[in-house]
């Protein structure tokens, strides 16, 4: 079991949020709009709220998602 103090959920306004920060990237950038890019987006809020920095491999999305919600930092890996 994962103990409590590790665990997180996102707030209400990450997630009404979550769903406007993924409607505008997509149609920004001509995309459908799809239930990954909602989950990135609420995943780069969440951490934002929470003062993390997402750590991720997805760079097309978050760079995309960033550029509407700036104060939200991810940080990018590749694997080696």
């Known amino acids: 079991d994962v103990p409590a103090h590790r665990l997180s959920a996102p707030s209400v306004r990450a997630f009404g949020e979550a ?15 799809g239930v990954g890019l909602l989950n990135d987006a609420l995943l780069l809020l969440h951490a934002a709220e929470s003062g993390c920095v ?6 097309a999305d978050m760079d ?13 890996y590749q694997r080696i």
């Open 64 to 76: 995309r998602l960033q550029q509407l919600a700036p104060h939200a930092a991810f940080l990018v």
């Open 19 to 33: 769903g406007m920060l993924a409607g505008l990237a997509a149609r920004a950038a001509g995309l459908a709009h």
């Open 54 to 59: 997402l750590l991720t491999r997805n760079i």
